[in-house]
């Protein structure tokens, strides 16, 4: 055998048909492997995303519902309270009827009219008050002139003293009373 048959038999040998043919079915298979795990990863980012974007959907459509609740009992606690009000003002008007009536049946005191029982019956009260007061001083002179003549009696007249002086005091607030029930 000549060089060039050894040789060509060594080319046969290496470029065999079938081994390059495994070697390109290797090389493809490498590339189907890799292009088969990024389209999984592809689809699970895919899924990851639509998962997330429902999520967000059902939280924006929860806060809508929950939105849409709160703006129902708004509206509804301000129809409540419109017919409240309503309700009230019907009242006030009805209200400011009956008063004005009454002051037409009652109409004004004059407490300059000499002829008013109210007014009269103050003037008495008044000048009741201001008797009893003036009864109490004399009491009180008398009883004092009668202290000094008995020995041995301060402890009974201070007592006593405090007794009229806190009558005359009631004395005087009721009266001013009366003339704060003239003034009003």
Not at 150 to 157: E, K, V, Y
């Amino acid at each position: 055998m000549s060089k060039d048959t050894i040789q060509s038999t060594d080319l046969a040998i290496q470029l065999d048909p079938l081994d390059m043919l495994r070697a390109s079915v290797k090389r493809q298979k490498l590339i189907l492997l890799a292009l088969t795990i990024t389209c999984a990863l592809a689809l699970l980012t895919a899924l990851t995303a639509v998962g997330m974007l429902m999520m967000q959907d059902n939280q924006v459509i929860s806060e809508q519902v929950r939105l849409i609740e709160r703006t129902r009992l708004i509206e509804e606690q301000i129809q409540h309270f419109t017919v409240q009000a309503e309700t009230l003002l019907v009242r006030s008007n009805e209200t400011n009827i009956a008063l004005t009536s009454l002051r037409e049946q009652v109409g004004n005191i004059d407490v300059n009219d000499q002829t008013n029982v109210v007014i009269r019956l103050q003037r008495i009260l008044i000048r009741q008050e201001q008797d009893y007061r003036n009864f109490l001083t004399s009491l009180e002179n008398g009883l004092y002139n009668f202290h000094m003549m008995i020995p041995h009696s301060r402890g009974w007249w201070e007592g006593y003293k405090q007794e009229l002086v806190e009558s005359s005091e009631l004395s005087k607030a009721r009266e001013n009373y009366v003339m704060n029930l003239r003034n009003n």
